[in-house]
């Protein structure tokens, strides 16, 4: 039963990509100009050029390293104040509206700001990433710890468990979910928020060449990118996802 859902599913999902580019077709038909809504031939003719040309790899790599770097970033500093937002109420309180202002901060917002800083390079995409997943993973953290049951707390003082026991076995088991989930979130933001940032401060990346195609009016080569974009950013998840199962078979969760 089980197998036979899991292909009905995949039938299914074979079909919405057919209609997908059934339907790319027939605007690109409608529409009938390359400048402006190219079909699937010419984006896949231009996406093998840049593949052989060697164009595409090294844009590829160049987001995914400051994309990646900006995430881990966030994970270290938002385990440690998650954790310790989940562990002390009043310091919950006092760090949330900080939290929530730069939550809601659009990047355009931190342009400026990057521009005098580090002006055009790796740093301003890095610190986009950086500050456009922290408050996620900051509020998911916390909220594992304070999800933590105080009765196995108070089981682990009278049996006077090690601390790093209680760390390990309380602690990481209830915030562990909550990571995996802000992290499962996180990799869609971090890939656009990367490709984005690139787009306006950055210097090379997936986002510089969207910007350098469009200036030179080559559709083709904007949508070649941008499919490379979201079939990365799809794999991304596809990949964590695979380890988020291995993650919780491991734990028993």
């Not at 953290?141 to 006077?160: F, I, Q």
């Not at 890939?191 to 195609?213: C, F, N, P, R, T």
Request: some cysteine.
């Amino acid at each position: 039963m089980k197998t036979f859902l899991q292909n009905r599913k995949r039938v299914f999902f074979a079909l919405g990509l057919i209609f997908f580019l059934l339907c790319w077709v027939l605007i690109s038909k409608l529409i009938a100009s390359d400048l402006i809504f190219p079909g699937p031939i010419s984006v896949f003719r231009k996406l093998i050029e840049l593949v052989r040309t060697g164009e595409l790899f090294v844009p590829l790599m160049k987001t995914f390293v400051k994309a990646s770097l900006g995430m881990l970033l966030a994970l270290g500093v938002g385990l440690v104040s998650g954790f310790i937002m989940g562990s002390s109420p009043y310091f919950y309180e006092l760090v949330k509206p900080l939290a929530m202002a730069l939550r809601s901060v659009p990047i355009v917002s931190w342009l400026s700001t990057v521009i005098l800083l580090w002006g055009i390079g790796w740093k301003g995409p890095t610190f986009i990433v950086f500050i456009s997943l922290l408050p996620l993973i900051m509020f998911n953290v916390a909220e594992g710890v304070r999800s933590v049951d105080s009765k196995l707390l108070e089981v682990a003082r009278v049996y006077e468990v090690s601390k790093w026991r209680v760390f390990k076995d309380v602690y990481l088991g209830s915030v562990l979910p909550f990571l995996l989930s802000s992290i499962d979130v996180s990799i869609g933001v971090m890939w656009k928020s990367a490709i984005v940032a690139e787009y306006l401060v950055g210097d090379s990346g997936l986002g510089v060449q969207i910007s350098w195609s469009k200036f030179y009016i080559n559709t083709p080569r904007v949508f070649a990118y941008t499919i490379t974009a979201v079939v990365c950013g799809l794999t991304l998840e596809g990949v964590f996802s695979l380890v988020q199962r291995r993650v919780y078979s491991t734990w028993r969760m």
